[in-house]
């Protein structure tokens, strides 16, 4: 059974940092790119950050550059979204994605396209 596990999420204050963890079980995690994907009411689900554990590559969403970090522990198949300097409008439900092939921005900028989902965590920010 595919599973891909989120926690980590909770309330913080502008300028604070976050780290939401993606445990996956049920297939090949090298195959896959994994990473962030991310939702408040009335909108579409976000692409935010995605990493290929295969050969390190990553993307991330412009208004999170130079402030989320994503990576891959291999040896415990997850993948980690380090999220500092957070602000108001990064509130969200945050879901982890799973796509069978490699991560790129064309990629993680449709939701439709992702194999496997997470049941989501909230990630609120307070100003």
């Known amino acids: 059974e595919v599973q891909l596990v989120e926690s980590g999420g909770g309330l913080v204050q502008a300028g604070g940092s976050l780290t939401l963890s993606c445990a996956a079980s049920?297939?090949?995690?090298?195959?896959?790119?994994i990473g962030w994907f991310r939702q408040v009411p009335g909108k579409e689900r976000e692409g935010v950050s995605c990493?290929?554990?295969?050969?390190?590559?990553?993307y991330y969403e412009d208004s999170v550059k130079g402030r989320f970090n994503i990576y891959a522990d291999n040896a415990k198949n997850t993948v980690y979204l380090q999220m500092n300097s957070l602000k108001p409008e990064d509130t969200a439900v945050y879901y982890c994605?799973?796509?069978?092939?490699?991560?790129?921005?064309?990629?993680?900028?449709?939701?439709?396209?992702?194999?496997?989902w997470g049941k989501g965590t909230l990630v609120t920010v307070s100003s």
């Open positions: 049920g297939f090949i995690f090298d195959d896959y790119a």
């Open positions: 990493v290929s554990s295969r050969n390190g590559g990553t």
């Open positions: 994605a799973a796509y069978g092939y490699y991560c790129s921005g064309r990629v993680w900028g449709d939701y439709r396209g992702m194999d496997y």
